[in-house]
């Protein structure tokens, strides 16, 4: 991304905590399956944690640009911290908006680690759509339901909660839980494939019972709330994390390919015509990737007509594009890119949780394709 004096101030922040803590932590977080606590916790003193907060709550006061920014550079290193950080942000933002000061401040000043728990196997990839309820018992709001994913479970302090709506009609109503309130229960660790620090676990809610000022906007509201707030926030930090995880295995494997010999011949692997069209393919398809999210900001940030088009586009693109690019940095490596050491399996397996994290790339697409077609989202 282009730098402005803005960024250059948090980039000068943020690469410290990447250089003395993310990149060296990120495979021991791969390996073990292990929040990445270290880094939150230098992340929330350094202030990164406030980046799209306000200033009057102690925070920098910056937006979808520098978000995807610092998601793209700490994925490029580790994918879970990268996670994790983007849907803080997400949270955040849903929280700076219709949240209390008391948690403003809280998630500007890093002291609460936020996160979305919208996702439920009810209703599965329609995220827009929960099954979850909730129940008005006086002053304060009973929520029962599962989320099926949840990234930071049981480790954030605040999830951002959707239910169906408490008294009015609507799609959703969205509620700030803290973690510790007597009825959420984590099920079970999370053990997966790839991003495998994000602790992404099903969360479970009997009898939660909130105050009904814990509301996030009108009841009934939810719907507007995702898709004006949460929707441009997490698409395109979902693309920023995609352009990170290309960018990492484009960088491994066009080294190894300078770096391997054929003794024999005296030549390197990128000697090879083939070898090098691959890599080719891996530096344009990343370019491509992040040139559209740009544009994205961009249209975002000037209220182009075609911005919300563009912020669908970018997420469905760039997690498609990371599992083509992936893919070649494997086949770049050959038998070496199963060997854990040379790196590029691990953005192989992080790379696939783009495509199937709501809205998924298949549902994208319909929504890509009704816009293109004139036909209403939803």
Not at 150 to 169: F, H, I, K, Q, R
Request: glycine share 10%.
């Amino acid at each position: 991304m282009q730098a402005t004096q803005t960024q250059t101030d948090y980039r000068g922040t943020l690469d410290p905590v990447i250089e003395k803590i993310v990149a060296p932590m990120a495979i021991e977080i791969d390996r073990s399956a292990t929040f990445p606590r270290a880094a939150m916790d230098e992340l929330a003193r350094t202030g990164l944690l406030g980046l799209v907060s306000a200033p009057g709550v102690g925070g920098a006061g910056l937006g979808l640009r520098a978000a995807a920014d610092v998601v793209e550079r700490l994925a490029q290193h580790c994918a879970s911290t990268a996670m994790v950080v983007c849907m803080h942000y997400a949270a955040t933002a849903v929280i700076e908006a219709h949240g209390s000061m008391e948690a403003r401040k809280a998630t500007a000043s890093g002291r609460a680690i936020a996160t979305l728990a919208f996702s439920e196997a009810g209703s599965r990839s329609h995220f827009w759509a929960p099954v979850s309820t909730a129940t008005p018992e006086g002053d304060r709001v009973r929520l029962d339901g599962q989320k099926s994913w949840v990234t930071s479970a049981g480790e954030a302090d605040l999830y951002v909660w959707s239910s169906c709506p408490a008294t009015t009609e609507g799609a959703s109503t969205i509620w700030l839980v803290p973690a510790t309130t007597p009825g959420l229960r984590v099920p079970a660790p999370f053990d997966g494939l790839g991003l495998r620090g994000n602790c992404s676990s099903p969360i479970r809610a009997e009898g939660v019972t909130i105050p009904a000022s814990s509301m996030l906007g009108p009841d009934g509201g939810g719907f507007d709330v995702m898709m004006s707030v949460v929707l441009p926030f997490f698409q395109l930090m979902s693309a920023g994390f995609s352009v990170g995880t290309m960018e990492a295995a484009t960088t491994k494997a066009a080294a190894h390919a300078g770096g391997t010999r054929f003794e024999h011949l005296d030549q390197t692997l990128a000697d090879l015509p083939t070898i090098r069209a691959y890599v080719a393919r891996m530096r344009t398809k990343t370019d491509m990737a992040r040139a559209l999210m740009l544009d994205a900001v961009l249209a975002a940030e000037s209220g182009r007509e075609d911005a919300m088009l563009r912020i669908l586009e970018s997420k469905a693109a760039a997690g498609e594009t990371s599992t083509e690019v992936t893919d070649l940095a494997m086949r770049v490596c050959g038998g070496a890119a199963f060997r854990k050491e040379v790196g590029v399996e691990r953005h192989f397996r992080d790379a696939r949780a783009a495509t199937v994290m709501a809205p998924t790339t298949d549902v994208l697409y319909d929504f890509i394709g009704r816009a293109a077609c004139g036909l209403p989202l939803f």
